[in-house]
């Protein structure tokens, strides 16, 4: 069955890594722009995100190897809301600061993710492809915590030791890990439901990745479909 209209594009192997690039671009950007501004921790983390993104095409040598467009923008998301709503809350908390960095840790598990499931040869079930996003989520958020606590006390940031009293510090923490929790199940969910199942991802990866596959119960006629 041939492919048209949206489908065809959305699908398309040389629009996704079009799409894909430009995403990694904005994404080194904007990591330039808050290094001049001296948001430090999200230029940090937004060059982290672009290197993490840029796994597959650099350990496969080849540029077309690249993420699905979806899981790059949703990544970019956090930055491009961070632009364009500075300042504004939700439910009394600032959307710059802490839902910001939820969904932006969400991203990162939901990269890991994707990139196993498509670049390798590893196979997960429904169930644990969820729980492998939530746990990789509250993973990243605690490596993120590390992160800004090593900055403090190394360098003399005032990420986490900002003049609040310890105690004050430890529940904003504890709040930040519920809140990575929520985001997780929420992007293993996603995962799970539109990235494994209804995005056809093979159908944009150049023959010969390494991971490139039918999605599980395709036909043989659907898999020379997907490799045209």
Known sequence: ???????????????????????????????????????????????AVAAVALVPAIALRDP????????????????????????????????????????????????????????????????????FVVVTTMAAAGVWAVVRWASDVLVGTAFLYDGRAEEVIEEALMWDFVAATV???????LFEYYFRRLARLHSRLPEGDAGARPAAGASNGDETEARR
């Not at 500075?86 to 959307?95: K, L, N, P, Q, S």
Request: hydrophobic share 60%.
């Open 183 to 189: 985001a997780g199940v929420f992007a293993g969910v």
């Open 1 to 47: 069955m041939s492919q048209t209209g949206l489908r065809s594009v959305v699908e398309s192997r040389r629009v996704n890594t079009g799409l894909s690039w430009l995403l990694v671009g904005f994404l080194l950007v904007a990591a330039a722009g808050q290094f001049v501004d001296g948001e430090l921790q999200w230029a940090g983390f937004t060059l």
């Open 64 to 131: 077309t190897s690249m993420l699905p467009w979806e899981v790059l923008f949703l990544a970019a998301l956090p930055i491009i809301a961070r632009a364009l709503v500075t300042g504004e809350t939700v439910g009394g908390m600032t959307f710059t600061g802490r839902v910001a960095t939820y969904l932006a840790v969400a991203a990162v598990a939901l990269i890991v993710a994707v990139e196993l499931d498509v670049f390798t040869s590893i196979r997960m079930n429904h169930s644990f492809a969820v729980a």
